[in-house]
């Protein structure tokens, strides 16, 4: 979205090209494809804590196009239930002041379940970020910052292309 006063307002949506061979082809399940070729990497899966809901939207896009599955949740305690529920994640996202749980005490809940996962602390409050564990990402971002963030935690699971992150710093 770029908007400038007096000037009106422009919305890109970037899609990918289709592939002209698939077309009028049946999508088939996953049985169906079974031995069919190499098996395609797994998506890395990212939870993201946020809630200002403007935010947890931008960050799930942004997350997406990198080639990951994202999964929201609107505060600490809300994103801890998603985590034990839907488990397990790669990266988990997550503001540092929200109501209910805050980002640190979710952090702390989510290392007693899972040590080995990547963090990725975000605040408006740099007094606020610190976190020996964790990547610190100031707010205001933009969304190529998070993106080069959760690239450069995510390496090399991560299955977006260097593309998607280029289009991202155009947007």
Request: charged letters at 30%; glycine letters at 8%.
């Amino acid at each position: 979205v770029y908007s400038e006063p007096g000037e009106g307002t422009t919305f890109k949506i970037y899609l990918p090209e289709a592939d002209p061979e698939d077309e009028g082809r049946a999508v088939e399940g996953p049985d169906a494809a079974e031995g069919t070729g190499p098996p395609r990497p797994r998506r890395p899966r990212v939870l993201v804590a946020e809630d200002d809901e403007a935010l947890r939207r931008l960050a799930s896009v942004s997350i997406e196009r990198l080639g990951c599955e994202v999964v929201t949740a609107v505060d600490g305690g809300a994103a801890l239930e998603v985590f034990e529920a839907s488990g397990p994640f790669d990266l988990v996202v997550t503001d540092v002041l929200m109501p209910e749980m805050s980002g640190h005490d979710l952090l702390a809940a989510i290392r007693k379940r899972s040590s080995d996962v990547k963090i990725i602390l975000v605040s408006g409050h740099p007094s606020q970020l610190s976190d020996p564990g964790a990547r610190i990402l100031e707010k205001p971002f933009t969304p190529s910052r998070l993106s080069q963030a959760v690239r450069e935690t995510l390496e090399p699971d991560l299955t977006g292309s260097d593309s998607d992150l280029q289009e991202l710093e155009r947007v």
